[in-house]
């Protein structure tokens, strides 16, 4: 791959983002918000790849993997009204199919074409499946770290503002309740990821998110999460009381130690 690459990509990316906008504030907001979030899942990227890649090859087929991992979110959106997979379509394999169908790809020597495609493929699984081969896993992980990077920030920001301007489609639908799962709560002590089908509100979504940091792979993923405060960022929009304050606590120590601070 090389930099004419990733400039003809980036092109051809802006153009299919403006092929999806529309009139309608809320919808456009919803659009708005994965351009938004693709463009610093690339920095996230480039930032990861750099600090445990070592070629400039290897970083610049990070970067078109991070361009292209939520190329589904547009169609699925368009048709769907929803970023929720599961009552509409899975984001990543019709990121592939949409790929495929565009034939962006097709300059690349085939063995780059399979890794962006799995890559996209899998990006947003719940696991990463065994079949992948050991160069594949290593930009799984990566986009994987990438991605849950910005959804941190993204939600941060989004709770930061009032209700009715944030784009609607982010939070899956879940209801501002109080009160939380006492199950998501344990994936945190037991150190693990929560699953989505345990979710009942957005405060259970909100621990969810934060269990992510379970699922992080690279000490440069750990140091950015540890530099921007994330834990305690997040944690801000959760009830506060103690057994909130002792999960913080629980996930900035691990985030310190596996930074290698």
């Known amino acids: 791959m090389t930099k004419q690459d990733i400039i003809n990509f980036k092109k051809w990316f802006s153009d299919f983002c403006l092929s999806y906008h529309v009139d309608n504030i809320e919808d456009q907001r919803n659009i708005t918000l994965k351009e938004k979030h693709t463009k610093q899942v690339c920095a996230n990227m480039v930032e990861i790849a750099q600090a445990h890649l070592g070629s400039d090859n290897e970083v610049l087929l990070a970067e078109a993997i991070a361009l292209f991992h939520d190329t589904g979110r547009f169609p699925q959106y368009a048709k769907y009204k929803t970023f929720k997979d599961a009552v509409s379509i899975n984001?990543?394999?019709?990121?592939?199919?949409?790929?495929?169908?565009?034939?962006?790809l097709t300059n690349l020597p085939a063995q780059e074409q399979h890794l962006i495609l799995q890559c996209v493929k899998y990006h947003n699984a719940y696991k990463i499946p065994h079949s992948q081969t050991d160069e594949t896993v290593i930009f799984l992980k990566m986009i994987r770290d990438a991605d849950k990077l910005d959804i941190w920030e993204v939600f941060i920001e989004l709770f930061s503002l009032p209700p009715q301007e944030r784009a609607s489609a982010a939070t899956l639908g879940f209801l501002d309740t109080a009160g939380y799962s006492d199950r998501l709560i344990k994936c945190i002590y037991d150190n693990t990821m929560g699953n989505l089908k345990d979710v009942k509100s957005l405060n259970d979504y909100k621990i969810l998110l934060l269990s992510w940091i379970f699922d992080i792979n690279y000490e440069k993923s750990f140091s950015l999460i540890g530099g921007r405060d994330y834990i305690a960022r997040f944690s801000e929009f959760l009830p506060q009381n103690d057994e909130i304050r002792q999960i913080t606590a629980e996930l900035a120590t691990y985030v310190s130690k596996m930074a290698g601070a």
Do not use: F, N, P, R
């Open 91 to 104: 984001h990543g394999l019709l990121g592939a199919e949409t790929l495929l169908s565009q034939q962006i």
